[in-house]
């Protein structure tokens, strides 16, 4: 609801599916300071679908819906497509050549082994394959970083293997996904 001191303007944009629809921006003016709140809404891109028939037993339909329901999805549609999309990206991520994006989180005492130096040299070595790095201090020996890589399957998984190998690295863990879907 507006009071009388606030007033609502629509500015129409572009209607393509990248863009807003609209922007509902609403304007408060208090005194000297004008206050301006945008509210954007976006239009999903719609793709055609096909429909196909999946039979479940009811204990296991259940159980499903009980885990999308925790999840959030609105839908058994999103929540299937979801799990099928999962499975061809995993499956995807095994072949060697294939290009992937993500993550190497470690954790390292750095006054073990030389580790700092190591990390250095092995990320320099893989300067093509990194995309950017960061290093927080948890104490006074312990950091935490984590290297943001996108790269060969191979040569990726590879580089995440040396760095969990140096002494010093207590814990790594590599997450990746496929660049092209």
């Known amino acids: 609801m507006l009071r009388s001191s606030e007033k609502r303007v629509i500015i129409e944009t572009k209607k393509d599916l990248e863009s807003p629809s609209n922007i509902n921006v609403k304007i408060i003016i208090r005194s000297s300071f004008l206050i301006i709140v945008p509210r954007f809404s976006y239009r999903r891109a719609t793709m055609p679908v096909e429909r196909v028939g999946v039979s479940f037993e009811p204990e296991l339909l259940n159980k499903f819906d009980m885990l999308i329901k925790k999840r959030g999805y609105t ?18 991520i095994k072949e060697e050549e294939s290009e992937v994006i993500g993550t190497l989180t470690i954790i390292y005492d750095h006054d073990i082994g030389n580790v ?4 250095l040299h ?3 070595h893989h300067h093509e394959e990194i995309i950017f790095t960061t290093h927080i201090h948890i104490d006074d020996r312990t950091c935490l970083e984590i290297v943001v890589i996108r790269g060969q399957s191979s040569r990726v998984k590879k580089f995440a293997e040396n760095v969990k190998a140096l002494k010093g690295v207590e814990h790594g863990q590599l997450v990746v996904t496929k660049t092209l879907f």
């Open 75 to 92: 839908n058994r549609s999103e929540a299937i497509r979801d799990l099928i999309r999962k499975e061809i990206i995993e499956s995807g």
């Open 116 to 119: 700092t130096d190591k990390l």
């Open 122 to 124: 092995l990320q320099h």
